[in-house]
Nanobody
Framework: QVQLVESGGGSVQAGGSLRLSCAAS????????MGWFRQAPGKEREGVAA????????YYADSVKGRFTISQDKAKNTVYLQMNSLKPEDTAMYYC????????????????????WGQGTQVTVSS
């Protein structure tokens, strides 16, 4: 099983930047997809970005394309979410998630595939 711990959240003014980190521990070889999700008060959780551990596949929500970048450091078992040009509507609790099994090459996970979750880190963007 994989355990996830997020860090890097905080408060920032609109236009600012933050970098979230997600440190994975445990049987990290049992998962080949990691992702970031967010949930604002009163709203449904939404996918933000996802990355394939084998490289070559990255996905972003339309709302963050061009502003957010997901990356990974395999040596550190860490996934990052660099968030630039932040907007007040980016305010949410951000969660790191992992798919708890190895998906076939070419399989693009949906939210239901992500079965391992971190505790979340709060991002607040003020106008």
């Amino acid at each position: 099983q994989v355990q996830l711990v997020e860090s890097g959240g905080g408060s920032v003014q609109a236009g600012g930047s933050l970098r979230l980190s997600c440190a994975a521990s445990g049987n990290t070889r049992s998962s080949n997809w990691m992702g970031w999700f967010r949930q604002a008060p009163g709203k449904e959780r939404e996918g933000v970005a996802a990355i394939y551990a084998g490289g070559g596949s990255i996905y972003y929500a339309d709302s963050v394309k061009g502003r957010f970048t997901i990356s990974q450091d395999k040596a550190k078992n860490t996934v990052y979410l660099q968030m630039n040009s932040l907007k007040p509507e980016d305010t949410a609790m951000y969660y790191c998630a992992a798919v708890p099994r190895l998906l076939p090459v070419g399989w693009v996970p949906v939210e239901a595939d992500f079965g391992i979750w971190g505790q979340g880190t709060q991002v607040t963007v003020s106008s």
